[in-house]
């Protein structure tokens, strides 16, 4: 079998060598930490005199900001950007004038942070690629955010050169088809051994993309359990926002957000800053849906998401998308990145749930392991009433019924102050239900609109979401 056939069958060796038989790429490959991994597959597989323009390991710190400026931290986006730019920068200007008509150039770079010999640092790193898509186009880029999860660092070496030569190929071959390069970014790995919790397409190559269906095709696809990203669309790295930061959460399917949604985070946010004190901090107000609340008809519907993430949008809230159903796993996931008090809001009908026992069969504690994990962090839940619109019976804390045998586990959270009672509710929210936001869209009952905000039900009408017709 020919090299060209081999590069077919795409394993990382395959990769490499047919982006080296690519005459039209030709670029610089800038690595910091964990030694120059993703290039060493490019000049082992044959032919990177026709891809690698010039090759970097910056090192030593005053090295590296020589080049690249200085910066807080060496392992961080900003830093990543500024190699992409400077690297790209210096290659177009020194190469293009004589082989810019016929090359289409790149820049790969990363800088990570692997296993230390103590095994005490955070084993992650930032990759990208900044290219051309055709000789003389605008740059287009892509950038991903990466842990390592093996416990050798050479392991954790050998890793990295593999997901960094996915990446490298997929911006070269696949930038055409986002969900190809999504899924290929650990093509001969495991999700064991890398999670990818951040991705951001950017430039004309990639003009097409919506980076809120990537993130969730991120965890959708395994490849991370949660991501994140802002009201205005941007791409957020969890560690990045959450590090040491007091978190707030409201899970819901959000579908559409009403005047319950609101009020409640309103609410628990009145509480828990209150219990934080004047020296808190900048408080992280997240609105946190599961692929299980995403699902429409048992499968994933896009217009759907970005339907509720506009409208989510709309109220300036910054979302994340987890495949963490249970709680205790969400309060194990941001207990990750912060120290700091925790708290999570919720309906008194989501906390009657809570406590049903079937939920946690897989646990050899059961309900009781559940709650150890919960509340194993400085973690409160923050509960809202309701009122049953069909019999007017008010529900809260106080006389929320639950099985006979948990009662006395009930009252023992609700007397050590884990599970409180938010008391600066509005009265006329308490029987609002999403769902019966659709039922009467669907029915094209105009009192809808009374039950959400003023620019979220003109949104919806603009919009046509949800199946709304005039």
């Not at 394993?11 to 290039?39: C, H, W």
């Not at 849906?289 to 699902?295: A, D, E, P, R, V």
């Not at 003109?458 to 919009?463: D, T």
């Amino acid at each position: 079998m020919s090299e060209l056939d081999q590069a077919d069958l795409l394993d990382t060796r395959g990769k490499a060598l047919r982006t080296n038989l690519d005459s039209q790429r030709y670029g610089t490959f800038a690595e910091i930490g964990a030694g120059q991994e993703v290039v060493r597959w490019f000049f082992r597989v044959g032919g990177a005199a026709g891809t690698i323009a010039k090759s970097i390991s910056a090192y030593d710190m005053a090295i590296s900001d020589a080049f690249y400026g200085t910066c807080d931290r060496y392992v961080c986006r900003p830093r990543l950007q500024s190699m992409l730019d400077y690297e790209f920068e210096q290659t177009l200007d020194k190469l293009g004038p004589t082989r810019g008509d016929t090359t289409a150039f790149f820049v790969f770079a990363d800088t990570v942070s692997a296993r230390n010999f103590k095994g005490t640092n955070e084993c992650h790193g930032w990759m990208g690629v900044k290219l051309q898509a055709v000789p003389g186009d605008e740059p287009s880029q892509v950038i991903i955010h990466v842990r390592m999860l093996d416990g050798e660092n050479s392991q954790q070496q050998e890793a990295l050169g593999v997901v960094g030569v996915n990446l490298v190929y997929a911006a070269c071959f696949l930038k055409h088809d986002p969900d190809q390069f999504v899924r290929s970014l650990l093509d001969n790995l495991t999700v064991d051994r890398i999670e990818i919790d951040m991705i951001e397409f950017s430039g004309i190559a990639f003009r097409q993309v919506d980076n809120r269906v990537m993130s969730m095709k991120l965890v959708e696809l395994e490849l991370s359990n949660a991501a994140m990203f802002a009201a205005d669309g941007t791409v957020l790295q969890p560690s990045e926002v959450l590090y040491k930061k007091p978190i707030l959460v409201e899970r819901g399917s959000f579908r559409p957000v009403t005047h319950v949604n609101i009020d409640m985070l309103r609410c628990a946010r009145e509480q828990f800053s209150a219990e934080l004190g004047d020296d808190a901090g900048e408080i992280v107000q997240l609105t946190e849906m599961t692929l299980k609340n995403l699902l429409t008809d048992g499968a994933l519907d896009y217009s759907d998401f970005i339907a509720r993430i506009e409208l989510l949008a709309a109220e300036g809230m910054m979302v994340m998308i987890s495949d963490y159903f249970e709680y205790y796993r969400l309060a194990a996931y941001l207990a990750r990145f912060s120290r700091n008090r925790i708290g999570i809001t919720m309906g008194a009908s989501s906390l009657r749930e809570l406590f049903n026992e079937k939920y946690y069969t897989e646990l050899q504690g059961g309900v009781l392991e559940s709650f150890g994990r919960l509340f194993k962090s400085d973690l409160k839940l923050y509960i809202y009433p309701f009122v049953d619109p069909e019999t007017g019976d008010f529900t809260a804390v106080q006389n929320l019924e639950v099985a006979p045998n948990l009662r006395k586990l009930y009252e023992y959270l609700v007397e050590r102050g884990c599970i409180e009672q938010l008391s600066s509710f509005n009265d006329a929210y308490l029987s609002i239900f999403s769902r019966d936001v659709l039922k009467k869209i669907e029915s094209k009952d105009p009192t809808w609109e009374t039950m959400v905000s003023e620019h979220v039900a003109a949104m919806i009408k603009e919009r046509r979401f949800f199946g709304y017709r005039p």
